[in-house]
């Protein structure tokens, strides 16, 4: 069968094409007519038998080691648990083999949990879909769609590592046991920034067992909101009240969470199911972005804004002094008359529609500018019950950072740390605090972990941890409901420990571990801990129990209502930290951006998440600097990377293959520099360098591109290998953008994306 070429029709005289597949599109280059010719850029054109197709299938077949492994081959717990799961613990004759059942279970998420009704094939979870059930329910995301893989990853953690090398289960009972018989040990417990009522509840018993334990929380990009909201308070928007959203560089829609949003895409659309005249829902909302990368939010926004990241904070001062608010003296006067006169309508849009709107801050901005979109959205009106934005007190205790955490390993004040934060400290902690000294002061170091990244080879321990789809838990959505977590299958390996299973050990007389089902038939240590705490926020009924497991959340029990004011003092020095944290002035301003496949670099080694294009730069299984055209052509490069981008293979060098080329630039923020590769982005603020994190993990001492941290081992896939470390760059107080950067071209270098 032939191909069929499509000719798009000509562009008339004086019309101007508004949207482009590339730059060389854009510029209309030789090179790219000729890709555009060709479905697939490499051996498309001879595979023109059945016997190519077949070969090539079967090449692609050699790759699918975690389709393999999902089939079930080789896995010996491959089956769902026998006991204690809803809705059936035993077979009843009206399954029937190969037709799916489904249950209720969730993803711990740092900005709350994820409601899901979990597909599964005789004890094989192969698929999740949003629990329509739940209040909370808020869709699923690439992240969350991607976890069923994680779960059957060939490069997942399988055992117990001693110091980076192969070791027993047995020898770490061994530590918890003794860990568990000293008391006055001076033990360190990093959590991520889920909210588990049950660990919370365990947390106070490990704190009255051992008098000198410290607590922390850790999540790499984990913004500064606790400092605007107060501790133990969150803040969550209502998009079927708000009319007017404004977003203050909060990619809201996609990685910047701050609670459901299916309400905002109803409130879109004519036939959705918020668009009637009600009071309170007044047809179509209206959206204003201020942000300085294009993103998914900005890409929907009615009204879009490009800025430099410095300047959102002068934008929200400017809209709040507007509005009545005085701001502390600290940033400086805001006078940019084209973006005066672009903000004069959104002002005055606010105050037609003050109690009906939102303007959201992103979570990792500096704390001053989320004070700032807190007094500006208390001057609406639009906090409190039945608006908007609520302030909601999650009650949780005040937990240490990563500073704190690196301050007391120091000093000796924690001798011996666990972890269990999901993110990679050793990895993705700010350069500044230099937490690998720190670390190796600790006397014993525990880390639970799905993969073996930097922090797993440098800890005294490393124990694979079980996957939430393998373990009992709970967790809390970003309103706070009280949500379960429920195991779909048994640990695929005998050594997975789940997080609950630890700390039941170590509050246990002997210390000793048990995971799994339990001995002799009886319920995990962890299905026992989840009911205690259900018994003391409902009932111990088995029929409320029952209901709690079919619906996946107990009824009535969100976050109470809290308040969050920031006072003058407070504002001041907010201000004051965030014109400091900026960095030097002058040069160019660089984001440390979330990265839509790698997160933070926790997904590193998911084919599925590398293998899907950015849904911004259509990037896979890499990052790169990504610069505005202007600032290209301002540094000399931009003629270069049409070039080269849009090149046909003949251009490829280094022996690096049919691959297309891009130049590599230096980057140095904060006295590092950066060697990475650079891709035109359109949308973007001039004299801004936007990169993603969490690439550049894995490397040996003979990498050639010098992208990441050495002998941090790999984990098995190409995806580790991949990308640039973008975070020797970050400091503590630059954790989201930096000024003062330097960019100069890397010679002839070239890289192949």
């Not at 801004?688 to 081992?713: A, C, S």
Request: aromatic share 8%.
């Amino acid at each position: 069968m032939s191909k069929r070429i499509w000719h798009h029709p000509e562009v008339p005289a004086g019309d101007t094409t508004v949207s482009w597949r590339s730059v060389g599109q854009l510029e209309d280059t030789a090179e790219f007519r000729t890709w555009l010719d060709r479905e697939f850029p490499q051996g498309a054109a001879q595979m023109e038998s059945e016997e190519d197709f077949e070969t090539s299938r079967r090449t692609f077949l050699k790759l699918m080691g975690a389709s393999t492994a999902l089939a079930g081959f080789g896995l010996a717990a491959c089956r769902r648990p026998e006991n204690y799961i809803v809705p059936y613990a035993k077979a009843p004759e009206w399954v029937i083999p190969g037709k799916a059942t489904y249950y209720a279970s969730s993803m711990p998420a740092a900005t709350g949990a994820i409601p899901l009704v979990v597909t599964s094939f005789e004890g094989r979870p192969t698929k999740v879909a949003p629990n329509t059930l739940h209040p909370d329910v808020r869709g699923t995301d690439a992240f969350a769609q991607a976890s069923v893989l994680d779960l059957y990853s060939p490069s997942r953690s399988r055992q117990v590592l001693r110091n980076g090398q192969a070791s027993s289960r047995a020898d770490f009972e061994k530590v918890v046991t003794q860990l568990a018989g000293n008391a006055s040990a001076k033990v360190g417990f990093v959590f991520g920034s889920d909210d588990s009522p049950t660990r919370t509840r365990l947390a106070a018993d490990l704190a009255k067992k051992f008098g000198s334990a410290k607590f922390y929380s850790y999540e790499a990009l984990e913004g500064e909101s606790a400092k605007a909201l107060g501790a133990g308070n969150r803040l969550v928007v209502d998009y079927t009240k708000a009319d007017r959203v404004v977003t203050l560089d909060s990619d809201v829609l996609c990685l910047d969470s701050h609670g459901p949003t299916a309400a905002y895409f109803n409130r879109r659309k004519p036939e959705g199911a918020d668009y009637s005249k009600k009071a309170d829902e007044k047809g179509m909302n209206r959206l204003y972005a201020i942000e300085t990368s294009f993103s998914m939010t900005g890409g929907m926004a009615d009204h879009r804004l490009r800025v430099a990241p410095s300047q959102v904070i002068k934008i929200a001062a400017y809209i709040a002094s507007a509005l009545g608010v005085t701001v502390p003296a600290g940033v400086e006067t805001f006078s940019d008359a084209k973006q005066i006169s672009w903000l004069e309508p959104l002002i005055a849009d606010l105050k037609a529609n003050a109690g009906k709107s939102a303007v959201i801050a992103g979570s990792r901005l500096p704390a001053a500018v989320q004070m700032i979109a807190l007094a500006i959205n208390q001057s609406l009106g639009n906090l409190g019950a039945g608006k908007p934005l609520q302030v909601l007190s999650t009650g949780a205790a005040p937990l240490g950072d990563i500073a704190a955490l690196t301050a007391d390993l120091n000093s000796g004040a924690v001798e011996t740390l666990i972890l269990f934060t999901p993110s990679n400290p050793v990895y993705d902690a700010p350069s500044d605090l230099k937490f690998l000294e720190a670390f190796s002061k600790a006397k014993t170091s525990i880390h639970f972990g799905l993969r073996t990244d930097a922090t797993a080879q440098v800890a005294s321990w490393h124990v694979p941890v079980n996957h939430y789809l393998e373990s009992w838990s709970d967790a809390r959505t970003s309103s706070g409901v009280h949500t379960i977590v429920q195991p779909m299958i048994l640990p695929l390996y005998s050594d997975c420990v789940s997080e609950l299973e630890f700390y039941v050990a170590l509050l246990a007389d002997g210390g000793k571990l048990v995971t799994g089902e339990g001995e002799k038939g009886a319920a995990s240590p962890a299905y026992a801990e989840v009911r205690k705490t259900f018994t003391a926020l409902a009932n111990d009924s088995e029929e409320a129990w029952k209901k709690f497991l079919h619906d996946g959340y107990l009824a009535g029990s969100a976050y109470k209502a809290g308040t969050a004011t920031a006072d003058s003092a407070a504002f001041s020095a907010a201000i004051s930290a965030a014109v400091r944290g900026a960095g030097e002035a002058g040069g160019l301003e660089v984001i440390f951006a979330t990265d839509g496949s790698v997160y933070d670099g926790r997904w590193i080694d998911n084919g599925w998440l590398q293998e899907a294009p950015d849904p911004i730069s259509k990037l896979t299984w890499d990052n790169a600097a990504l610069i505005a055209p202007k600032t290209a052509k301002d540094l000399g490069i931009y003629d270069e990377i049409i070039a080269l981008q849009t090149a046909h293979a003949s251009v490829s060098v280094d022996g690096e293959g049919e691959h297309r080329k891009s130049p590599l630039i230096k980057v140095t923020v904060n006295g590092v520099t950066l060697e990475i590769p650079v891709l035109v982005a359109f949308g973007q603020a001039e004299n801004t360098v936007v990169i993603p994190l969490g690439y550049g993990q894995g490397f040996d001492k003979n990498d050639k591109y010098d992208r990441g941290p050495k002998n941090t081992g790999t984990v098995g896939l190409v995806g580790v290998n991949s990308g640039f470390n973008a975070y020797p760059l970050r400091t503590a107080a630059t954790a989201y953008f930096a000024t003062g950067a330097k960019v100069d071209k890397s010679g002839d270098k070239r890289y192949p994306l």
